[in-house]
């Protein structure tokens, strides 16, 4: 299988932590690609031309971070990091939605600042600040939900937090979340999370 990734991508980096901890390292091949370049390798295998995509051995594709971790987690070896109970299933599912929509809302305002600033949305800038920020206050209050053992929620979460301190620094989000940075400091020290630093 091969894996088109980006080594900022939040998103990408979701599927390569799941994979690591799946100790398959060796099954999943990745490729760096710029998507902005719309490379054809890439629209291939995702034609909204985003990243992750994963290829399969049979040339079939796979894409967005949530489908393809589902399917990794399914076919690969290893610890199941989707819970199967329904209760713990949807805790880890909700998780990875906030996680996700964290990425969202940083990554489009990564692309918006890289606007001229006479062309940029201070209305969205705004927006996408203030569901991070509310995003932020719900997890400092849930933050036990994110014990282990380790799982796509706080994948998610963690891969997403990262991101913040990565293109968004001034934004200081471990500022009144005490908690939240504890759990962050302890699961990203993990080697998953630590080989895939950007």
């Known amino acids: 299988m091969k894996l088109f990734i980006s080594p900022a991508s939040p998103f990408a980096r979701k599927c390569r932590v799941l994979i690591r901890e799946k100790g398959a390292t060796a099954l999943v091949k990745e490729e760096l690609a710029n998507a902005l370049q719309d490379p054809d390798d890439l629209i291939k ?3 909204l031309g985003k990243i992750p995509a994963l290829i399969l051995s049979d040339g079939s594709f796979i894409f967005d971070s949530p489908v393809i971790c589902d399917y990794l ?3 690969l070896e ?3 990091l989707i819970p199967d109970a329904h209760h713990e299933r949807f805790r ?3 998780l990875e939605a906030m996680g996700d929509g964290i990425c969202d809302a940083a990554v489009s305002s990564v692309f918006e600042k890289n606007r001229p600033v006479e062309q940029q949305s201070p209305v969205w800038l705004g927006r996408w600040q203030r569901a991070i920020t509310r995003t932020l206050d719900l997890l400092e209050k849930e933050e036990a939900t994110l014990e282990s053992p380790l799982d796509i929620g706080s994948i998610a979460v963690t891969c997403a937090l990262a991101y913040l301190d990565l293109r968004h ?4 989000w471990r500022n ?3 908690k ?7 699961i990203s020290a993990r080697p998953s999370f630590v080989e895939t630093a950007a």
């Open 45 to 47: 295998a995702n034609p």
């Open 73 to 75: 987690n399914i076919t």
């Open 78 to 80: 290893g610890p199941s």
């Open 92 to 94: 880890a599912k909700r």
């Open 169 to 172: 620094p001034d934004m200081a």
């Open 176 to 178: 009144g979340r005490p």
């Open 180 to 186: 939240l940075a504890a759990r962050y400091d302890e």
